[in-house]
């Protein structure tokens, strides 16, 4: 009896074949192995996915036969035909060297040409074939995608909510299309979409592929210019992300669908829509960047909500953390008020003798810091002086010689800093007076707000302000607000 042992591969590659294609292979190879006393120990199937290009990568079971392989418990791979393991001559030769590494045959039983020279002659001319095979129906239904598409014909997969199809027709569904008129009409006068998706939830209308229409759906819906009854078709699918949408290279008919939106409704709310896009990138509110969360710390967006015709302005703790939104208008009346006291003429003087005595403090500590390097250098070059009469006695190894260079760079490099440090201005009291005037006089409010306000904490019930002249400030009230 045969000791030889093998396994079985089979696969079938789209839905329109079945379960009885794998079947009629794996009896095929069933059949072969008997005949010469094989042992089969394993069957590996897998279904409905395509032979094309690097797809094994996604075949499960292709991938377990590979990793079995390896443990050499087999003589010998089983498969119907050759384009059942790839329509891929690489693919073909990558698995016939894997397999020869652990002495494992590759056999298909209805093309078996046996072991000869002539026969891996034939092999590759049929892994040749396969690999024509399917780049040729690649051509082949593009071009029937083509013809189809230049018909103004649906051409496979979900229509858009609003349409049916009915022998390759647009047709519309009228109840769907109802809805897509209530979102055009909603997005026109700037109203929010909640009320319209939790109405057609309700009515139990689910999407086309059998999903309840979720707020991404309705975005879409927005953007697609087949409601104004213009058909488009890409044949290739656009490298470029941005392009995916706006499909310029698509095959475009006007006029080829029944119109549901007309062109001037789906312009006015294209612009709308483009409008917002904008705004949310700038998002540049009084105080946006410099709110945060009272409750957890963590930074509050700025974005502005519109229901029922109003509109909201609001922050929200990006971290959700359960602090609920606090309405932007509080917080720049806080902030605005907060400014108006500290450039108050009641306060600037105050603020102005503060500055004056905290820039000559600095002055001051400057001045201390700057002795004390002086101080070092002169130690350091007295150092150098000594390292130079070391070296002229030419007694000392590499090494040393080495180091002392490097520890006299280092200290011309801080001569040098040291040297190059800008003296402190010595304000007058006059002079910062006279630019918190300025300050308060000034007509770009964003900019005065950068300026003074470091941070702003908030909650629904408190709002607290932090200057960023704190630490300055702080000894004459004024350092922050709630």
């Not at 080829?256 to 829509?273: D, G, S, Y």
């Not at 917002?276 to 410099?290: A, D, F, I, P, V």
């Not at 007058?428 to 007076?433: G, Q, V």
Request: some cysteine; charged content about 25%; proline content about 2%.
């Amino acid at each position: 009896m045969s000791s030889v042992k093998c396994v079985i591969y089979a696969r079938y590659s789209s839905t329109k074949q079945d379960e009885i294609s794998i079947e009629a292979q794996v009896r095929a190879c069933k059949e072969y192995a008997a005949n010469r006393d094989y042992i089969v120990l394993k069957v590996y199937t897998d279904e409905a996915i395509s032979g094309k290009g690097t797809k094994t990568q996604s075949r499960k079971q292709y991938q377990a036969l590979l990793r079995d392989s390896k443990q050499g418990s087999f003589d010998v791979v089983l498969v119907h035909r050759y384009d059942r393991i790839a329509r891929n001559v690489g693919e073909h030769v990558n698995l016939e060297l894997k397999l020869s590494e652990n002495n494992i045959s590759l056999v298909a039983v209805s093309q078996d040409f046996g072991q000869s020279k002539e026969a891996k002659i034939m092999k590759t001319m049929m892994w040749a074939l396969s690999e024509y095979y399917i780049e040729n129906l690649a051509d082949e239904t593009k071009k029937g995608h083509r013809e189809v598409a230049l018909k103004g014909l649906h051409n496979g997969g979900c229509p858009p909510f609003g349409y049916d199809i009915k022998n390759q027709q647009y047709i519309i569904n009228e109840k769907e299309a109802y809805f897509v008129k209530k979102i055009f009409n909603c997005a026109l006068k700037k109203e929010g979409f909640k009320e319209i998706v939790s109405e057609i939830n309700k009515s139990g209308m689910v999407g086309k592929r059998g999903k309840p229409i979720r707020y991404t759906q309705v975005y879409e819906i927005l953007r697609n210019e087949k409601y104004t009854g213009v058909y488009k078709y890409s044949l290739n699918e656009e490298s470029n992300r941005s392009l995916r949408r706006a499909k310029p290279n698509a095959i475009r008919i006007e006029g080829a669908l029944p119109q549901i939106i007309n062109k001037a409704l789906f312009l006015e709310v294209q612009k709308i829509m483009d409008e917002r896009k904008q705004t949310g990138k700038k998002s540049n509110y009084l105080c946006s960047g410099l709110v945060y969360c009272g409750n957890c710390g963590s930074k509050m967006y700025g974005t502005i909500t519109r229901r029922k015709g109003h509109e909201y302005k609001i922050f929200y703790c990006h971290n959700k953390c359960g602090t609920g939104t606090v309405s932007m208008d509080e917080i720049d009346k806080t902030v605005q008020e907060y400014i108006t006291q500290l450039l108050s003429p009641g306060t600037i003087l105050s603020i102005s003798n503060t500055l004056k005595e905290y820039a000559s403090n600095e002055k001051k500590r400057v001045n201390e810091f700057n002795s004390s390097i002086k101080l070092q250098i002169d130690e350091k070059q007295k150092q150098i002086n000594n390292y130079m009469i070391s070296l002229g006695s030419g007694v000392l190894p590499a090494e040393v010689i080495s180091d002392i260079g490097n520890q006299i760079v280092s200290l011309k490099n801080e001569i040098k800093v040291l040297a190059e440090m800008p003296v402190p201005k010595d304000y007058t009291t006059k002079e910062i007076n006279a630019w918190l005037n300025n300050l308060r006089k000034s007509t770009n409010e964003r900019d005065t707000v950068l300026l003074l306000v470091e941070r702003i904490d908030a909650t629904k019930t408190a709002i607290n302000v932090k200057s960023t002249l704190t630490t300055v400030l702080c000894e004459n009230g004024c350092g922050s607000r709630t």
